[in-house]
């Protein structure tokens, strides 16, 4: 299997390379980086292409996306784009078995980490992007980087490029906020003391649904980063060598976020709450915080509009702002892929200015600079702010329950534990440690 | 019951006519669901992401189902939620059973109707739903709190002591309608005259239904085991709607963690033994059932 799609790699290349040749000879001036073509005379080479994207995004995305595919498609007549929605879940189940079709989308989305990006790169079913990042001068994140055929994560040849920042966050009730006659906390010691006005006024402090399991990494990961180094966090995600769970730091971050529960700061019951029903919640004004991330910044601005507010989690004294996020799902290009400079070339208009400017005006957080509208809410203002922050002092920090295949739920099991008193801090960092490396 | 070869031969063209009609369902069976499980057995003895190269590892990813703690406990889940599904559906179906069958025609249809309704309704609206139920502000919190007895309220899904209870009962609500149906229709059959003679000799409801009711569905309430059992050791949708698994790992059954093995973490092979030793399971216990039922109508005959 492996050996044939070399061969027929090999073949696409060369034919490719030949009719590079051809066309350097015969256009001058041409834009040309490595052996691939870029700009408008790539996507013209396509002739008539349908463009087909496999894609799972948000309704405000989409909306987006339909903005930016028109301006392709009108510049670009020649190229017709079809995209092909799909669920979260859908999209992570099936994204292996699409690309392994002889005929795949050209671009199909994936997403962080070894279950999912990592098996897509060691089975060669991606097309290493290193020429088109060099050509046109992408900025490709590190969770997108794979060597060593898949075996390496987070440095090497970029595989997967996202228009989107996304980041782990406080959402809080502004008017609740001004009524406990608070301002918004610049540090974590701020934010314990907040919480705790809001759980003296009978308001629930930090709005928190888990029953998906999942958000626990959030609540445990939005503490830990306030107390363990970064590049700590990074080393363990990206399985450097001699990466371990179980540091002093980690542990501290147990004993606080054990405390948290103690003093009764999450939504009481979270393990049977669901975390959009915490989210409706928020929204209703029985939360002072909400737990969330930016993507979901698109419901709590039309919800809310001015009266919600956005902050990354502030840091301890003499420290600098840390918060779980960067990219989003990278978009692939399907190693299969007939026209993969025209795919490019798209992804190039969704990775640009422009385009970020029209997700600004969907309610969205894109990588890109944008200019936000003049109506845009504090929610997406306080968003944007955020993650101009996050980006200057280098503050993201890759998700944690990616690390390893078949760790994620291991981890949110035992922040479960951890939370509910079943397992000790100690026993807590041991625990994941030992999914870790199992 | 006759099995089919001890039934009289019948005229040549029988044969024929007979692989006409059931050629196409063996066909159709034989594609669709031979074909998958014999790969599935055969996809369990090598280690595979899905796309890449296969590794052939012998029992290795049975031995892993047996060395992993939680794959073995997930097994254990589903033995819980086997004893709520028998008690709470195949128990719960025979009582209203009794209970209506008993009453005038008219009435026992409209309880029927309204009794079979959780059967109908998809399992996803079913999880979201008792999810709101069972929520720390929920329903049943609500409720507990007006007739006195909060003290009781707790987060019914959230904690590791009910979560897996709660579960099991939900799953027993969405099933009984079904068993209901089938006992019901199983006490048509029952002559009427054997309740007749039971209330002239001053049998009452509960006499009545064990002496006459339980002993005539005999057939009916074994066929509701063996589908209780099969639904407790196969029960995927619900669990992933309400639970994840969670809280910890205190609901996690094994159709769940093959759905994780084989689309989420790309271990294609350990779900493929997970899913092949569920299938062995449930095979061991129709087989099983099905000697007890073949005992009764023996010891029935005689």
């Given at each position: 299997m492996t050996k044939n799609w070399t061969a027929c790699r090999t073949t696409r290349m060369l034919a490719l390379t030949v009719s590079l040749g051809a066309l350097v000879a015969s256009i001058p001036g041409l834009a040309l980086a490595a052996d691939v073509l870029t700009g408008d005379a790539a996507v013209a080479a396509a002739g008539d292409f349908t463009l087909r994207v496999y894609i799972n995004e948000s309704d405000n995305r989409l909306a987006a996306l339909d903005e930016i595919d028109a301006i392709f498609t009108e510049k670009h007549p020649n190229i017709e784009i079809e995209r092909i929605e799909k669920s979260y879940e859908e999209l992570i189940t099936s994204a292996r078995l699409v690309l392994s079709e002889p005929d795949a989308p050209c671009i199909v989305q994936g997403d962080q980490g070894r279950d999912t990006d990592g098996v897509l790169v060691k089975a060669n079913l991606l097309l290493p992007l290193g020429a088109y990042e060099e050509a046109y001068g992408w900025t490709v994140d590190a969770t997108a980087r794979w060597s060593d055929g898949g075996a390496v994560?987070?440095?090497?040849?970029?595989y997967g490029v996202a228009p989107w920042y996304q980041a782990v966050g406080l959402y809080y009730n502004r008017d609740m906020l001004a009524e406990l006659g608070l301002e918004v906390p610049k540090t974590f010691d701020e934010l314990v003391a907040a919480f705790e006005a809001a759980k003296a006024a009978g308001h629930v402090p930090l709005g928190f649904g888990n029953s998906e399991k999942y958000p626990g990494s959030f609540i445990y990961e939005i503490v830990q980063n306030q107390i363990a180094d970064k590049d700590a966090i990074r080393a363990f995600v990206f399985g450097q060598d001699g990466a371990t769970f179980d540091t002093p730091e980690n542990l501290e971050a147990a004993k606080v976020l054990k405390a948290w529960v103690d003093a009764g700061y999450p939504t009481p019951g979270y393990d049977g709450v669901g975390t959009d029903d915490a989210m409706a919640q928020f929204i209703d004004g029985n939360a002072l915080f909400h737990l969330n991330g930016t993507w979901v910044s698109g419901q709590i601005a039309g919800a809310m509009g001015d009266h919600g507010g956005f902050l990354a989690v502030p840091p301890k004294d003499g420290r600098t702002h840390v918060s779980t996020g960067g990219v989003s799902k990278p978009l692939h290009i399907a190693a299969?892929?007939?026209q993969p400079d025209a795919a490019a070339a798209y992804l190039d208009l969704i990775l640009s200015d422009q385009a970020a400017s029209i997700f600004a005006a969907n309610d969205d957080l894109p990588a890109a600079e944008a200019d936000l509208p003049d109506d845009a809410s504090a929610v997406i203002r306080d968003i944007q702010a955020a993650k101009d922050l996050l980006i200057s002092v280098d503050g993201t920090v890759p998700f944690e329950d990616v690390a390893v295949s078949g760790f994620g739920d291991k981890f949110f099991a035992a922040i479960q534990e951890l939370m509910a008193g079943r397992i000790t801090p100690e026993e807590f960092t041991a625990k994941v440690q030992t999914a870790y490396v199992d | 019951m006759p099995t089919i070869a001890q039934r009289p031969r019948g005229q040549d063209g029988e044969g024929l006519s007979f692989s006409v009609f059931v050629g196409p369902a063996i066909l159709l069976y034989g594609l669709f669901v031979m074909v998958p499980l014999v790969h599935t057995v055969y996809l369990s003895f090598f280690q595979w992401d899905g796309v890449g190269d296969q590794v052939a590892v012998g029992f290795d990813n049975y031995l892993e189902i047996f060395r992993n703690g939680d794959l073995a406990r997930s097994f254990l889940h589903s033995a819980v939620l086997m004893v709520i599904y028998l008690i709470g559906s195949v128990g719960l179906a025979l009582v209203i059973t009794g209970m209506i069958s008993r009453n005038a025609i008219g009435a026992a249809r409209f309880y029927q109707t309204l009794l079979f309704l959780p059967q109908v309704i998809p399992s996803v609206v079913v999880g979201i739903s008792w999810r709101w139920i069972l929520a720390p502000e929920g329903l049943l919190n609500g409720a507990l709190e007006i007739v006195g007895l909060g003290h009781l309220r707790r987060v019914w899904l959230g904690d590791f002591d009910t979560a897996l209870i709660a579960l099991g009962i939900v799953g027993a609500w969405q099933l009984y309608g079904l068993f209901m149906l089938m006992f019901i229709a199983g006490v048509?059959?029952?002559?009427?005259t054997l309740y007749e003679a039971a209330r002239l000799d001053g049998a009452g409801p509960v006499l009545e239904f064990f002496v006459i009711t339980v002993p005539g569905l005999r057939r009916e309430i074994v066929m509701a085991i063996m589908l209780a059992i099969i639904a407790a050791v196969s029960s995927f949708d619900l669990i992933y709607v309400m639970t994840r698994g969670g809280p910890g790992t205190s609901t996690t059954v094994p159709a769940l963690e093959v759905y994780r093995h084989a689309f989420?973490?790309?271990e294609v092979g350990t779900a493929a033994a997970l899913g092949t030793t569920i299938a062995l399971i449930v095979l061991a216990v129709v087989w099983l059932v099905g000697r007890i039922r073949a005992g009764d109508d023996r010891s029935a005959r005689a």
């Open positions: 994560w987070g440095k090497g040849e970029a299969n892929c007939p | 048509q059959r029952i002559s009427p989420v973490y790309a």
